[in-house]
């Protein structure tokens, strides 16, 4: 009688995914970002926002793609009008400087974006 033996089978198997549980929380990485605290509620969104984020070195970042001011334009700019209508938020570290944010901003609007919104963090009252 012939059959298949499966457990060499079943210990590959266990094998890769003890190896993709051990990888899968290095995989994910974000931009650190300080933002400015507010005492005002989060939105609900309907449709999901375009995200552009300044850190605290002034570096811009369409997404998670890291943009120069003049780029950001050209791609903002290049989106379609029914991409115009996404509301566009951002997230700008608290040391970036009030002038390189309104730039920033600026650049959103002159792309035709009417929706535009700040990311900020939710205030501490114990601090």
Do not use: C
Request: aromatic share 4%.
């Amino acid at each position: 009688m012939a059959e298949i033996n499966v457990t060499p089978l079943v210990d590959v198997m266990l094998v890769l995914l003890i190896i993709f549980m051990v990888t899968a929380p290095m995989m994910t990485h974000g931009l650190e970002v300080a933002l400015p605290e507010t005492t005002a509620k989060t939105l609900r969104q309907q449709v999901e926002p375009l995200i552009v984020t300044l850190d605290k070195d002034g570096t811009i970042y369409l997404g998670k793609v890291r943009v120069n001011s003049a780029l950001l334009k050209q791609q903002l700019g290049a989106m379609a009008a029914g991409e115009k209508k996404r509301p566009v938020y951002l997230r700008a570290d608290k040391a970036v400087p009030y002038g390189l944010v309104v730039a920033i901003m600026t650049d959103i609007k002159q792309a035709g974006f009417a929706k535009l919104g700040m990311i900020t963090q939710p205030f501490d009252k114990e601090q």
